[in-house]
Nanobody, 127 residues
Framework: QAQLVESGGGLVQAGGSLRLSCVAP????????VAWFRQVPGKGREFVAG????????IYGDSAKGRFTMSTDNRKTTVYLQMSSLKPEDTAVYYC????????????????????WGQGTQVTVSS
């Protein structure tokens, strides 16, 4: 089973920026949507952003719209989440995950549609 490794988290002041990375073995992201989720203690995982299997469509959760940007590198082995204008409520563990279903044109937003999760990276935004 493919392994995903997230990095880039840390402590940042409100209004600041961070870029998260999710690295996977070659071809892991081929034919499958990949997404970013986040989770705070005591709550379920929240959809943040997703990239379609064809790499041509990105959708964002309401909390990310206008502030976060999801992208990938040319080799399609790393996906990024550029986060700007961070708020204390963005504090969470951020995970990347791969879709269970091949070739979806739109990345799903439901956590149950995803398999292969990374270990997560902590993002803490101070006020």
């Amino acid at each position: 089973q493919a392994q995903l490794v997230e990095s880039g988290g840390g402590l940042v002041q409100a209004g600041g920026s961070l870029r998260l990375s999710c690295v996977a073995p070659v071809r892991t992201f081929m034919w499958y949507s990949v997404a970013w989720f986040r989770q705070v203690p005591g709550k379920g995982r929240e959809f943040v952003a997703g990239l379609s299997a064809s790499f041509d469509k990105v959708i964002y959760g309401d909390s990310a719209k206008g502030r976060f940007t999801m992208s990938t590198d040319n080799r399609k082995t790393t996906v990024y989440l550029q986060m700007s204008s961070l708020k204390p409520e963005d504090t969470a563990v951020y995970y990347c995950a791969v879709d269970k279903t091949r070739n979806r044109r739109t990345p799903p937003t439901n956590v149950d549609d995803y398999t292969v999760w990374g270990q997560g990276t902590q993002v803490t935004v101070s006020s």
